[in-house]
């Protein structure tokens, strides 16, 4: 079964970009992963699914200054002219094919400054 | 618009059982497979299990494997959870999703399950 692995925390400025990591473990590095983003009391939020190519598909209004990428078995989210509601955690997740079990990663909580 | 509204929940002695419901709508709710996700106070997103789009199998977390029985009326466009000998460590945040494509693309609004007597 895969396992995700993410930092626990993030911080930026108003307006810059940061880029947040998901690594996948050995033997998964060509799955894809979906990222979700959970505001502070909120459910959380689909934003995209991540290919290993690194090509992404965005959820339904996702803004523009959010975008993927990847390289070996990290998965990258990029979210530009960071804006004080960006504040959030923000999981990964994965599809294990062998056991057909979701996996989530433990989250990283990014704080705006 | 695609909308996953949760009811149930509260609170509930330890011992007892609990059944979730999630109401679809705006999409074919017979023609995607559903999932139910947990979160504890301060903690992160624990899978808990999946429904085919049929109803016809199930997969379920092996922590919860048991306990937890998954369940839809596609005439309804209802989703279930049971729960059943609820524990204390069960107390969280149950979210329904709408699983395309492999991935959670739709969530539910949440609702809290506390098992305390």
């Known amino acids: 079964q895969p396992v995700l692995t993410q930092s626990s925390s993030a911080s930026a400025s108003l307006g810059s970009s940061v880029k947040l990591t998901c690594t996948l473990s050995s033997g998964h590095r060509g799955h894809f992963i979906a990222w979700l983003r959970q505001q502070p009391g909120k459910a959380p939020r689909h934003l995209m699914k991540l290919e290993g190519s690194g090509n992404y598909k965005k959820g339904r209004g996702v803004p523009d200054r959010f975008s993927g990428s990847s390289s070996g078995a990290d998965r990258y989210l990029t979210i530009s002219n960071l804006q004080s509601d960006d504040e959030a955690d923000y999981y990964c997740?994965?599809?294990?094919?062998?056991?057909?079990?979701?996996?989530f990663g433990g989250g990283t909580k990014l704080t705006v400054l | 618009q695609v909308q996953l509204v949760q009811s149930g929940g509260g609170v509930v002695q330890p011992g007892n059982s609990l059944r979730l419901s999630c109401s679809a709508s705006?999409?074919?709710?017979?023609?995607?497979?559903h999932h139910w996700v947990r979160q504890s106070p301060g903690k992160g997103l624990e899978w808990l299990g999946l429904i085919a789009n049929d109803g016809s199998y199930q997969y379920y977390a092996d922590n919860v494997k048991g306990r937890f029985t998954i369940s839809r009326d596609n005439s309804m466009n209802m989703l279930y959870l049971q729960i059943h000998s609820l524990r204390p460590d069960d107390t969280a945040v149950y979210y329904c999703?709408?699983?395309?494509?492999?991935?959670?693309?739709?969530w539910g609004q949440g609702t809290l399950v506390t098992v305390s007597s």
């Open positions: 999703t709408r699983n395309s494509d492999y991935v959670n693309d739709y």
């Open positions: 705006g999409f074919t709710f017979a023609s995607l497979a």
């Open positions: 997740e994965t599809w294990d094919v062998g056991s057909l079990h979701v996996v």
